[in-house]
T-cell receptor
Framework: DVKVTQSSRYLVKRTGEKVFLECVQDMDHENMFWYRQDPGLGLRLIYFSYDVKMKEKGDIPEGYSVSREKKERFSLILESASTNQTSMYLC????????????FGSGTQLSVL | AQSVTQLDSQVPVFEEAPVELRCNYSSSVSVYLFWYVQYPNQGLQLLLKYLSGSTLVESINGFEAEFNKSQTSFHLRKPSVHISDTAEYFCAVSEGKGYNKLIFGAGTRLAVHP
């Protein structure tokens, strides 16, 4: 089975800190995604990557950046964390092509105080 | 632009009762539809999907969903729920091109009570 691993289950940071969320997948998937999940809003796409060093903005990229230096690893970066970035962050991966199944990690609950 | 509306944020139901979780979408092009499920403290996993062909699709654990193009709906149903079906259910839509981008609904929390 595909495994998508997010480095932390819970994270607490202070306003203004630089925050790194790490995601690793072990099935050689081309596509990787970062979503944030908020009650009543569902999942919203922040960024995605379709190849090493390639990235595309999702629906809510403001305040975030990403890095994909290796195929298996996709990092989400909050350059200067703010309280409105407190959320559950979900990483996902899939094979290339439309309609491929997404495999999700268990999520990182980030609290910015 | 595509969007997905899940009409119920929470659905409480007794064990062995039938359930329907409603999903409507809007899109100007042909779409592909998905239901994902998130069990407590777990990541989302695919429950079922409609790509083409028969408008009724089934999952391995007894859920089914019917694609209705005229009503732009993809409601999820199960004739008899179990306690273990307690989870949050997300409807999602894709245009089926490009990089596999999905647009998700807000989710419906299904609570099955004994």
């Amino acid at each position: 089975d595909v495994k998508v691993t997010q480095s932390s289950r819970y994270l607490v940071k202070r306003t203004g800190e630089k925050v790194f969320l790490e995601c690793v997948q072990d099935m050689d998937h081309e596509n990787m995604f970062w979503y944030r999940q908020d009650p009543g809003l569902g999942l919203r796409l922040i960024y995605f990557s379709y190849d090493v060093k390639m990235k595309e903005k999702g629906d809510i990229p403001e305040g975030y950046s990403v890095s994909r230096e290796k195929k298996e690893r996709f990092s989400l970066i909050l350059e200067s964390a703010s309280t409105n970035q407190t959320s559950m962050y979900l990483c996902a991966s899939s094979r290339s092509g439309p309609n491929e199944k997404l495999f999700f990690g268990s999520g990182t609950q980030l609290s910015v105080l | 632009a595509q969007s997905v509306t899940q009409l119920d944020s929470q659905v409480p139901v007794f064990e062995e009762a039938p359930v329907e979780l409603r999903c409507n979408y809007s899109s100007s092009v042909s779409v592909y539809l998905f239901w994902y499920v998130q069990y407590p403290n777990q990541g989302l996993q695919l429950l079922l999907k409609y790509l083409s062909g028969s408008t009724l699709v089934e999952s391995i654990n007894g859920f089914e969903a019917e694609f209705n193009k005229s009503q732009t709906s993809f409601h999820l149903r199960k004739p008899s729920v179990h306690i273990s079906d307690t989870a949050e259910y997300f409807c999602a839509v894709s245009e089926g091109k490009g990089y596999n981008k999905l647009i998700f609904g807000a989710g419906t929390r299904l609570a099955v009570h004994p």
